[in-house]
Every structure is written in structure tokens, then in C-alpha cells.
Nanobody
């Protein structure tokens, strides 16, 4: 059974930074795509960023230029570096993974980690 475990969420002031991590369980098949979605209260889930095992990345429009994504393929870990955070970045952030190569489509999901941006 595939398991994804997120960490790194918390409370941060506007303009600050946070780094999220997500570790996927060992799999005989490589996770070709890993990434993040988020869901704010009362809103639909929104794509944030994704990356393939070859390093091809994709970002949601609202985070371009502020967030970065990277991964460690050997350890099945994906990172989301969030800079210049704004109150509207407040959401539960969900890690996803897939055996396929589309950077923003996932079959497996973590439980989510809360990010709150507030002064």
C-alpha cells in the first residue's frame, strides 16, 4: 500500500517562507510524478506544483515566481519551498504521487498538512 507522509506545515507571517516535505513509501515501480495540491476552506482543491522524475516541473499560476519544487528520486521525497507567502496561501497542502509522467495528475495522496499565513 502506497503511503505519503507530509511534514513542514505551520504558522508563518506574511512575507515569510516555509518548506514542505513529502516522503513516499518504497515502491517497486518509480513514482514518475510527485507534487502538491492545496485546498482552502470552502474552496476546491487547487494545483500548486509538480515535478517528474526527469526534473520537469509545473506550477500553478498563483504561485509562479514564489514557490519552487524539487525532489530526491532515490529517497522518494518531494520538497515544496514556499517564499513570499501571502494570507491567501493559507490552506491544507496535499502531497500526491503517480506512476505516470504527467506532473499534475496523481493516483496516491497524503493526509495533508496545514499552512497558515497570518500576522
Amino acid at each position: 500500500q502506497v503511503q505519503l507522509v507530509e511534514s513542514g506545515g505551520g504558522l508563518v507571517q506574511p512575507g515569510g517562507s516555509l518548506r514542505l516535505s513529502c516522503t513516499a513509501s518504497t515502491s517497486p515501480v518509480a513514482y514518475n510524478a510527485m507534487g502538491w495540491y492545496r485546498q482552502a476552506r470552502g474552496q476546491e482543491r487547487e494545483f500548486v506544483a509538480g515535478i517528474t522524475s526527469s526534473g520537469r516541473s509545473k506550477f500553478g499560476d498563483s504561485v509562479k515566481g514564489r514557490f519552487d519544487i524539487s525532489r530526491d528520486n532515490d529517497k522518494n521525497i518531494v520538497f515544496l519551498q514556499m517564499n513570499r507567502l501571502r494570507p491567501d496561501d493559507t490552506a491544507v497542502y496535499y502531497c500526491g504521487a503517480s506512476y505516470h509522467f504527467t506532473p499534475d495528475k496523481y493516483e496516491f495522496w497524503g493526509q495533508g498538512t496545514q499552512v497558515t499565513v497570518s500576522s
